[in-house]
């Protein structure tokens, strides 16, 4: 809804889960990444964001489930705002609105889908007319994982990318991913504040720029061909090995706990076994398990019954960013100016 004196929009993006990761900025600047990175775009972890332009507005405004944001997560907002006005126009301050699905910072990815719907939701108010590479990089200035969201299934960010890529559609491959939720105190350094770290002070750290790309590559190959054995193995040495690099930081970044490490023994078990599955850790606790979804509900019972998993979260391939129609239901989906032919 546009007027003199409001125009509003409203998103919604789904969550990403890197198979091959990144970490690490380039010395280009401009947040760009200095590997290249993989992701799963996951249907259950949603953010619905409502950006609405306001003249009466002194300031920009923000919500997140209900309580006011101040600080830092403010600033970030207000700096992908200011963004959008410098390139638009558009002069107002705005209200911004926006819930999870999950639960916040508990290491879900929630700044992906959050800076997602946020970028297609402020640019369709500040009627930017952008497509989705552009809203893809608008969204990686804020937090580089995000501009993976903006596409659905299997997604790619190269090194120093201006925006992300579609790999596979939502439908290439039936897999499902289960987030075992570790339960933790608060984390001990945010992501970009540790990658500075890691680059700065780790002796790892140039070999893991170095093999990054193979490991991309792997799951690349892995993902198109569908071959879940090489997934596994490659996906498994690219959370692993980031890991590392960060340990080998002084002070050290340490985000797995001894819960993590102990359901981690028992993956490998239940592998050896025979259950096909794949494990993944980004800068939290939590462990992420793909497996064929045709073992999903074997291997959600047995997380389940793990001491110090507190919960366990069931993702499937998920959809891409989409705009949501403001009278009718939220679910109601309007196409983008320009939906290409996308996942
Ligand atoms: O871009 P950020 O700040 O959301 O960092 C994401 C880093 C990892 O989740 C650990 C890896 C990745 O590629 O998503």
Redo the contacts with the bound molecule.
Sequence with gaps: MTSSEESVARAEACA???LA???GKSPRGDNLTAVP?L?LTLDSLRTRTEVRFQSSLRSDEARLDGRALTGRPLERIVALLDRVRAASGETRRALVTTSNDFPTAAGL?S??SGFAALALAASHAARTGWDRARLSALARQS????ARSLYGGFVALAAEAASATPVAPIDHWDLTMLVAVVTAGPKPI???GG?VHTAETSPLYGAWVADAPRLYDEVQRAVLARDFPLLAQAMEQSSLT?HATMFAARPPVIYLRGATLDLIERLRQWRDEGLPLAFTM??GPNVKVLTPSEHADALATRLADVPGVGSVLRCRPGPAARLLALDGPLEEAIPLPESEALP
């Design positions: 990403n889960i890197a990761k990144y970490w990175s992701s990815a700044s992906a937090s580089a994982s995000a945010g992501s970009t990658m980031m980004d800068a």
